[in-house]
């Protein structure tokens, strides 16, 4: 009795313990013409199943179960995803500013940004996840409407102890914490779409990771999240840019920064323009105009800056992009001393 009625409970059906739970004929991933039409789309391996995919579109509000659910796929998605985008940046631009590394890989891999990819995978969600709804389907429990999401969910009573860690659990079936995390099981709170399209595109990456190759995994990385253009030039902001520069120049033995003025126009005039250029010594760092004096002296200090940490080694190669040119071993990249601390 307890067999069939947790098959029931985890949306299984199963008439006893002597025969297997197994998925409704509406679950079945072979059936699903959706599942197979969004296989194809992603260009997936033929070693990548259906079956994986379907659990892949499985939210964890929906299904509690994490043997039908995607969470463990989501879990070992999200840190892919992390170490890939690392690797590319810091490969890319070695010295780039924690802040700034940052911002950089949340504009790839973000919740909206992976929302955005599914979107264009033409993944479609399902309104209530039942027993009816299609395997190609993504499934999961909505927030209801006026339900907080995110920091507000645990200060919306101003109540800090929900942020505690709750207390072990114990093989006492009467104890509190027993009790407690049973009534949390059965209350799932539900999350955002673009929540939800996330965990499922961080589960696609986890499932060609094993099934296929780590390789077509970084394959697959390449063409659907780094190929998007990101501007990492407009994530800087430096609140002193000149005496930034100075003590660039000093730890680097460069010579102190000079402010020079090449060229100006209308100076009397309502609508005045100066171009000046940061050197050190003969050698130009960089340039900027403005209105003013002052004001171009800082945009050629941020200018400077911008071209010393977005600097890019000329011969840089990824670990992937070498094994596919004949498997030559991973050559070590550029590694910075690091930012300078104003």
């Not at 999961?140 to 999401?149: H, Q, T, Y």
């Amino acid at each position: 009795m307890l067999e069939a009625a947790s098959a029931i409970q985890l949306g299984i059906k199963g008439t006893g313990s002597s025969k297997q739970p197994r998925l409704p004929p509406c679950r079945s991933p072979h059936t699903s013409a959706k599942l197979s039409s969004l296989h194809a789309r992603l260009s997936l391996s033929p070693t990548f199943p259906l079956e994986t995919l379907a659990r892949c579109l499985i939210d964890p509000t929906a299904e509690p179960n994490p043997k039908f659910n995607n969470a463990t796929l989501s879990n070992l998605g999200n840190n892919l995803l992390g170490y890939y985008t690392t690797e590319h940046l810091l490969a890319k631009y070695p010295r780039l500013p924690i802040d700034v590394l940052y911002a950089a890989m949340h504009a790839y891999i973000s919740p909206q940004t992976l929302f955005q990819a599914g979107r264009e995978w033409g993944v479609e969600d399902a309104f209530e996840p039942t027993l009816e709804v299609d395997a190609g389907l993504l499934q999961f429990k909505r927030l209801k409407p006026g339900e907080p999401w995110g920091p507000e969910r645990f200060f919306k009573t101003g109540d800090e102890s929900a942020l505690e860690p709750p207390a072990p659990a114990t093989d006492d079936p009467t104890s509190k914490s027993t009790l407690d995390s049973e009534a949390e099981k059965k209350e799932v709170e539900g999350i955002p779409l673009s929540h939800a399209t996330a965990n499922f595109v961080k589960s696609v990456f986890a499932g060609i990771y094993l099934h296929e190759s780590p390789s077509s995994a970084h394959h697959f990385f390449r063409q659907h999240i780094i190929s998007r253009h990101l501007d990492i030039s407009k994530l800087f902001n430096f609140e002193q840019p000149t005496r930034h520069l100075s003590r660039l120049c000093a730890r680097e033995g460069f010579q102190p920064p000079i402010a020079r003025l090449l060229s100006e126009t209308g100076r009397r005039s309502r609508t005045p323009v100066f171009i000046v250029g940061a050197y050190s010594g003969e050698e130009r760092l960089g340039e900027g105009y403005g209105a003013s004096l002052d004001e171009a002296r800082i945009r050629a200090a941020v200018s400077a800056l911008k071209g010393w940490y977005l600097y890019s080694p000329t011969e840089k190669k990824e670990a992937e992009e070498e094994e596919e040119e004949g498997g030559r071993e991973f050559s070590s990249v550029f590694v910075d001393v690091g930012e300078v601390i104003v």
